[in-house]
């Protein structure tokens, strides 16, 4: 089942058109109805066409402030689109974005090949493992490059990493090395750990103890919260879960900080100010690492979430950034090589040349061994940003960003 | 031992010469939303003055009357009397004003609205905006020739240079440098712009005439990390011979000999350092650095760090005025 998006990207080319009097060509093309006729003939317009393919399902969150919002991670590769026609128009560049949505576990492959016969040679994937896996060699054998915008597993840059395509979400082991090092720096070093019963709970959960081993944190306890299939919110829910939390966390043994592994929004939230011993809570409640922080104004900051908010409403979220990101990395290339040769943007991305400024204080490149963007990890609460990582004192003799996640000498990929 | 004999040497001419007749710097503080008036004789803060809501971008009139300050969280530009220290007017600027340069001959002002990607230009007299030209995302560098007759902008996600004829506000020329171009510096003579991109950690120097990079200057820094390397605030000795680059959070500013394009030395300043400014005399360059909340002054003969002076929260900018007596 495919269902196309309606025309926000239309809006967007519009409102460009109205302000950006582009000098010496092409204002009148950016709203993609005019021919290719221009004041200079020398500057030839250039489409390039990028594809967004997401699965996606309405989701119940423990919060009704935690309900991802309609177009999380699209809304961020519009905005991209945006800035990469604003340069484009320098440069006789035309980008579009086109978003296909597929349910979570639908087959894909039908609406990646509608992708590729429309002429999409880049496309920002936002499914599954599985979904994703089973596009890669179609887009290979089609020349597609991939940019992995919203799944954070570690297999997928592992044991299944592919060539053809590039992360620009960091991974879990990423996310829970930015918030371990966080923890080891304040010196708190015992943690105890409660996961829940969905696969990708436990893939968080095995992303933490990995990381107390990396950086010297000690998981004194751990603990399982089964999802018996309760309703996520309730009337009197909160009266139950004031009893229910401190019973479930009394047996712990004594720690510094109660970690939480809940992607699936079953408990996490349910665990801070609730816990038997007053602890700090981090993990997927409390102190929670992040690709961004909808809070952040550090390094220009303020710009990307003005614009943001300007455009769409809201918040700037974690996949909008991955899909910003990836969606300027190909602007980056189109300008970088004057044009929208799909070999030659390929080659300056896996180029030394090839960096991203994405506001995170640092320039941002890719991992050669596995494809992964390099990137500090936000660590905030749900108000604002208490810490990035790295941190201080965690050293690497390539890039101190390495610090983060799997490593060079450990990888398990082999990119052919 | 050396920079406190300098130190010294420095503070005696100050005192010899007489408080009255020192130039005054002023600082924008971006925090704490004030300005500091430093007296660059005896290296002290002599009055902080209260200003408008996240104060960066700062400049004064070449009669030294009027400091323009982009008061960026206020959306306009303050004009503060030199003489009263109080606020006497505000310019229209656009939303967010960031950074912004004095044409040549102080008519005209042409500032960056970050948020809207546009460049206004401003009649100070009359208070009109004149134009308002659309660049690429982020712009925030501003450079004029000495002519006055072009205007360069930098836009800090779309990466480039753009060239604008200040008669007719048009972009002329686009030119493409590295990740987030922060500012740019023309040199006497016109012939070059100097322009730094904090993220590309490099400096691009282009020739005006054919609008090409002609030359790209990086840094290395014995123990630190390529990343910490960020080059922000340009300017260049009136004699054209060597530049000061402000390199952030590498806490340091980097001495180039314009001629080999070679960095002759690092200076160690404070934390953060963002922004230049030469006093009129050319004996002194002074550097913001933002984190640690103070100023440093060089000595541009020995280019030694003489003095630290502590002055509000993150000061962002500075300005020196270009006539001595300026009373306080």
């Not at chain 1, 495919?2 to 709203?31: R, Y």
């Not at chain 1, 080891?184 to 081993?213: C, M, N, P, Y």
């Not at chain 2, 400014?277 to 030694?304: C, H, L, M, R, W």
Request: proline fraction near 5%; charge should be negative.
């Amino acid at each position: 089942m495919t269902s196309a998006v309606p025309g926000t990207l239309a809006a967007f080319l519009c409102f460009f058109s109205l302000t950006v009097n582009v000098p010496g060509a092409l204002a009148q093309e950016a709203t993609g109805k005019q021919p290719a006729a221009t004041a200079k003939p020398e500057k030839k317009l250039t489409e390039i066409k990028i594809g967004y393919l997401r699965a996606y399902a309405p989701q119940l969150a423990l919060s009704v402030l935690d309900v991802p919002p309609r177009d999380e991670g699209v809304a961020g590769g519009n905005v991209a689109i945006a800035d990469n026609n604003t340069t484009g128009s320098f440069l006789g560049q035309k980008f579009s974005l086109d978003v296909i949505e597929v349910k979570p576990d639908a087959d894909v492959v039908a609406a990646f090949q509608e992708m590729i016969a429309k002429g999409d040679r880049y496309v920002i994937a936002d499914l599954s493992v599985k979904q994703l896996l089973s596009i890669a060699d179609l887009a290979r054998d089609n020349g597609v490059l991939i940019f992995n915008a919203g799944a954070t597993d570690d297999s997928l840059r592992e044991e299944e990493c592919r060539a053809n395509i590039f992360h620009t979400i960091p991974t879990r082991s990423m996310l829970a090395d930015g918030l371990a090092q966080y923890l080891i720096w304040k010196q708190w070093r015992r943690w105890v750990l409660i996961f829940g019963s969905h696969q990708r709970d436990q893939l968080f959960a095995e992303a933490l103890r990995r990381a107390a081993t990396r950086f010297g944190g000690e998981i004194v306890g751990e603990k399982l919260f089964e999802d018996t299939g309760t309703a996520r919110r309730t009337d009197s829910g909160v009266v139950q879960i004031q009893r229910q939390m401190p019973v479930f966390t009394q047996d712990l043994p004594e720690h510094d900080v109660l970690l939480v592994a809940d992607e699936s929004e079953v408990f996490g939230t349910y665990v801070p100010f609730r816990t038997w011993t007053p602890r700090p809570v981090a993990g997927t409640a409390g102190l929670t690492p992040s690709a961004w922080h909808p809070a952040s104004e550090q390094w220009g900051g303020t710009q990307i979430q003005n614009r943001f908010a300007k455009a769409n409403g809201r918040r700037m979220m974690s996949k909008d950034m991955a899909a910003w990101t990836a969606v300027r990395i190909l602007g980056e290339a189109a300008t970088r090589t004057q044009g929208a040769d799909p070999r030659k943007m390929a080659d300056f991305i896996r180029s030394d040349d090839f960096s991203i400024a994405a506001f995170k204080g640092q320039k941002l490149t890719f991992r050669k061994w596995n494809q992964q963007l390099r990137q500090p990890i936000f660590l905030g609460d749900n108000r604002s940003v208490v810490s990035t990582s790295p941190q201080e004192g965690f050293l690497h003799q390539m890039s101190e960003l390495d610090t983060l996640g799997v490593d060079e000498p450990e990888t398990k990929c082999v990119l052919e | 031992m050396q920079r406190r004999a300098c130190a010294l040497a420095i503070l005696a001419t100050g005192f010899m010469a007489g408080p009255a007749s020192a130039y005054m710097a002023y600082v924008s503080n971006e925090k704490d939303n004030t300005m500091s008036v430093v007296d660059t004789a005896t290296m002290q803060v002599v009055k902080t003055v209260n200003v408008g809501q996240r104060p960066r971008g700062i400049t004064i009139s070449h009669d030294g009357k009027h400091i323009y300050l982009c008061a960026s969280d206020d959306d306009s530009i303050e004009v503060i009397d030199t003489a009263s220290l109080e606020i006497v007017d505000t310019l229209p600027s656009g939303p967010d004003p960031e950074l912004f340069v004095l044409s040549p001959d102080g008519k005209t002002l042409y500032i960056a609205n970050e948020d809207d990607n546009l460049v206004t230009v401003i009649d100070i007299e009359n208070k009109k905006v004149l134009a308002e030209i659309p660049v690429g995302v982020e712009p925030e560098g501003m450079g004029v020739s000495p002519d006055g007759k072009i205007m360069i902008n930098t836009s800090e996600t779309t990466n480039m240079a753009h060239f604008i004829d200040t008669s007719t506000h048009e972009i002329t020329d686009n030119v493409l440098v590295d990740a987030r171009p922060r500012f740019v510096e023309f040199t006497p003579d016109g012939k070059q712009a100097w322009v730094t991109a904090e993220i590309g950690g490099t400096v691009s120097v282009i020739d005006n005439q054919t609008r090409e990079v002609v030359q790209k200057i990086t840094f290395e820094i014995a123990g630190l990390r390529a990343e910490s390397i960020q080059p922000v605030g340009v300017r260049i000795t009136a004699d054209g011979k060597k530049a000061y680059v402000a390199l952030g959070p590498a806490n340091r500013v980097a001495v180039i000999n314009t001629q080999t394009y070679e960095v002759e030395k690092y200076v160690l300043v404070g934390q953060r350092v963002w922004q230049l400014a030469f006093t009129p005399d050319q004996k002194t360059i002074i550097s913001t650095n933002g984190v640690s909340n103070d100023i440093t002054f060089i000595d541009v003969e020995t280019d030694e760090p003489v003095q630290s002076v502590t002055v509000g929260a993150l000061p962002w900018g500075v300005v020196v005025s270009p006539n001595l007596n300026q009373p306080n």
